[in-house]
T-cell receptor, first 115, second 111 residues
């Protein structure tokens, strides 16, 4: 199974809402990533988890809160977002962090709209 | 910014023609990867070329790497409508802890 799943596919939320994005993989990968992608732009890295521990935080605002409850799951908790946070949020996984020959496997993304 | 640049930003060709897109990057790399993204979907890995390789083939894909010029090219031969997508190069950064993606080329194959 080489699939990364993400739920929900679409999410519309108000600026005062709290919501969560979920990502799951069953490939035994120990590295998981969150990316943000705006239209016609490349993915931008937000967070990297290595063996369930936060390895990289790309200076992401605290209204985004990642969580890795176990080796298969990655969550992104959202609170008090701004309209400019509307984007496609992509989850990815790879075998380990720091091995440049590793392929990253991406989920289909969650399309987030903040009203 | 560590992000590379891709050229052209957009490319439209007829089905059956070859498509070439280029990627330039700024820092020394261990490897360079190419990914494809269909509209609004996740990215799919296409091919990886190591820094000590100059050319690599996979099916209808041919990738070249020139580390002296810090550039790579992706050639898709005999294009098909299903090749319509955005293509991104990605280089490793910070000891390969993360990938940095180029700006991407939007490829349209016209039937």
């Amino acid at each position: 199974d080489t699939e990364v799943t993400q739920t929900p596919k679409h999410l519309v939320m108000g600026m005062t809402n709290k919501k969560s994005l979920k990502c799951e993989q069953h490939m035994g990968h120990r590295a998981m990533y969150w990316y943000k992608q705006k239209a016609k732009k490349p993915p931008e890295l937000m967070f990297v988890y290595s063996y369930e521990k936060l390895s990289i935080n790309e200076s992401v605002p605290s209204r985004f809160s990642p969580e890795c409850p176990n080796s298969s799951l990655l969550n992104l908790h959202l609170h008090a977002l701004q309209p400019e946070d509307s984007a496609l949020y992509l989850c990815a996984s790879s075998q380990v962090v720091g091995r440049s020959t590793d392929t990253q496997y991406f989920g289909p993304g969650t399309r987030l709209t903040v009203l | 910014s560590q992000q590379g640049e891709e050229d052209p930003q957009a490319l439209s060709i007829q089905e059956g023609e070859n498509a070439t897109m280029n990627c330039s990057y700024k820092t020394s790399i261990n490897n360079l990867q190419w990914y494809r993204q269909n509209s609004g979907r996740g990215l799919v890995h296409l091919i990886l070329i190591r820094s000590n390789e100059r050319e690599k083939h996979s099916g209808r894909l041919r990738v070249t790497l020139d580390t002296s010029k810090k550039s790579s090219s992706l050639l898709i031969t005999a294009s098909r409508a299903a090749d319509t997508a955005s293509y991104f190069c990605a280089t490793d950064f910070q000891g390969a802890q993360k990938l940095v993606f180029g700006q991407g080329t939007r490829l349209t194959i016209n039937p």
